[in-house]
């Protein structure tokens, strides 16, 4: 090799790769879904990376600019978002960008493309509307149920409480003290006053029955107590013993 080539050539291996370019802006374009009634609002995000390759001597075809990366990317984003409806922004989304992330788009750089579905302003329009509608409708549910359950509470805690008032006999008092604890001193004394009475009643009943059985005659009631107790022991199936003298006891009225 004559000498005077050996600075071109080191010159052309060791020339510096292109600065890829920073900070560039989205660009955006319509894109149609399915039925071609609407379109979606398609904003695509570029970043571009070292490819290995020297900008002198690259063939023109080569040197891939933004203008062209965003044309092919229309190209690819185009029949995927067609196979969606227009409620469907996510899930054409994600197909985009499954599609812009297999192809291959190098020239001076190395670019990176990533899609942003969204439905237009009209359609976002009514589906705030559909919404509404449906939220209302869900929020009167909840409410209806919320008013049944909370009914249904209110009921078992008052049958419940009647329950237990029925249940205890000192139920009234309870609940007068719960309303008004400052009669404590006059519930207190109302129950001291009922269990005199009721001590009073029980004494009142014994000392009658004792004066009945003084006004009976004696051998007709040992007669007839005699009588009743052996027919509760033939009723329970107990051994009844016999009379001493073998003969039965008189048993009528």
Do not use: C
Not at 180 to 205: C, H, I, K, T
């Amino acid at each position: 090799m004559p000498g005077w080539l050996t600075p071109l050539v080191y010159f052309q291996h060791h020339e510096p790769e292109a600065e890829p370019p920073r900070g560039m802006s989205p660009a955006t374009f319509d894109s149609p879904a399915k039925g071609d009634a609407y379109d979606f609002a398609v904003t695509l995000h570029l970043a571009a990376g070292s490819a290995g390759k020297r900008t002198r001597g690259a063939p023109p075809d080569d040197l891939l600019d933004v203008e062209a990366v965003v044309q092919r990317a229309r190209e690819e984003v185009r029949p995927i978002t067609r196979r969606f409806e227009i409620t469907q922004a996510g899930a054409a989304e994600l197909a985009a960008n499954e599609r812009l992330s297999a192809i291959t788009l190098i020239g001076t750089y190395r670019w990176r493309v990533r899609a942003e579905v969204n439905v237009p302003e009209e359609v976002r329009e009514l589906n705030r509307d559909a919404y509404r509608k449906q939220h209302e409708i869900r929020s009167r549910t909840a409410a209806a149920l919320l008013d049944i359950r909370s009914t249904d509470e209110i009921r078992q805690k008052w049958q419940d409480f009647l329950a237990m008032v029925v249940s205890s006999p000192r139920a009234a008092q309870a609940i007068r003290l719960a309303h008004d604890p400052a009669q404590l001193p006059q519930v207190v004394a109302e129950l001291v006053e009922q269990r005199e009475g009721g001590v009073q009643d029980l004494l009142a009943v014994i000392d009658r029955i004792v004066r009945n059985y003084q006004a009976v005659d004696l051998l007709d009631f040992e007669i007839r107590n005699e009588s009743v107790l052996r027919k509760t022991l033939e009723l329970l199936g107990l051994p009844v013993p016999p009379l001493e003298d073998g003969e039965p006891l008189d048993t009528h009225g």
